[in-house]
């Protein structure tokens, strides 16, 4: 005959479901840290190449500190909008995902 589980049976089966709970969640949060460190790369990089460029044409035409000021300008506009576009994608994407879910 077999043995009736036991209490440690039971625990280890419940341990094993809350390591496996948990593994699911990190992963989670693992991929919503990387989007907001890529929007924020992508954020900072749009603002610096913007910099740049006025920087550069700053030094070409001897415009002073307004081309510098424009195309910083410029970079955080087009910086910003990065950011929403992709916060609305992956909006969409955790919409669609807990649609899958509750199917």
């Known amino acids: 005959m077999a043995e009736p589980p036991t209490d440690e049976d039971s625990l280890a089966r419940r341990i094993a479901a809350a390591r496996e709970a948990e593994s699911g969640r990190k992963d989670g949060s693992k991929q919503a840290e990387n989007a907001g460190w890529q ?7 749009a ?4 910099a740049f460029i006025g920087w550069f044409i700053d030094r070409q035409f ?7 000021i424009a195309m910083l300008l410029l970079g955080f506009v087009t910086g ?19 649609d899958e879910d509750e199917d």
């Open 62 to 68: 001897g415009t002073g500190p307004w081309g510098l």
């Open 39 to 45: 929007a924020a790369s992508e954020f900072i990089g």
């Open 80 to 98: 910003l909008y990065q950011s929403l576009r992709r916060q609305k994608i992956l909006d969409q994407q955790t919409l669609a995902s807990d």
């Open 47 to 50: 603002m610096l190449a913007g």
